[in-house]
C-alpha cells in the first residue's frame, strides 16, 4: 500500500473512532443509532465504519453528528486535528531516523 492509501486508512479509521466514542458516551447502541437515522444505514454498516472496514458518506457523517447531538463541523475538526496529529508523529518518526 502506497503512503497515500495509507494515511486514508489512517483519516478513516480515525472518523470510526471519534463516532464510536460520542455514541458509547451517548449510551447508544448501534442499533439506537441507526434508529435516529431513520435507518439510512444499518448497524452493520455503522459497525463498519467504526471498524475501518468501510468508508463513510458525507450525508450519512452528518446524520450521525446530528443524531448524536453534535455539529458535523466540530466533529469534522476534532477529526482532523487527530489526523494532523498522526501526520506530525510520522513526519517526526521519519525525520529521527535520519
Do not use: H
Not at 480515525?14 to 458516551?25: H, N, P
Not at 468501510?54 to 477529526?79: D, M
Not at 487527530?82 to 529521527?96: N, S, T
Request: glycine share 6%; aromatic share 8%.
Amino acid at each position: 500500500m502506497d503512503k497515500e492509501g495509507l494515511l486514508d486508512k489512517e483519516f478513516n479509521r480515525i472518523v470510526g473512532e471519534v463516532l464510536k466514542a460520542k455514541r458509547e458516551k451517548r449510551g447508544y447502541s448501534l442499533q439506537d443509532l441507526s434508529n435516529k437515522i431513520n435507518n439510512k444505514v444499518s448497524r452493520q454498516t455503522l459497525n463498519k465504519y467504526e471498524n475501518n472496514l468501510s468508508n463513510i458518506r458525507n450525508g450519512v457523517f452528518a446524520s450521525i453528528c446530528e443524531a448524536l447531538g453534535e455539529k458535523p463541523e466540530e466533529v469534522f475538526e476534532e477529526i482532523s486535528l487527530k489526523y494532523m496529529r498522526l501526520v506530525d508523529k510520522i513526519k517526526e518518526e521519519k525525520f529521527k531516523g535520519r
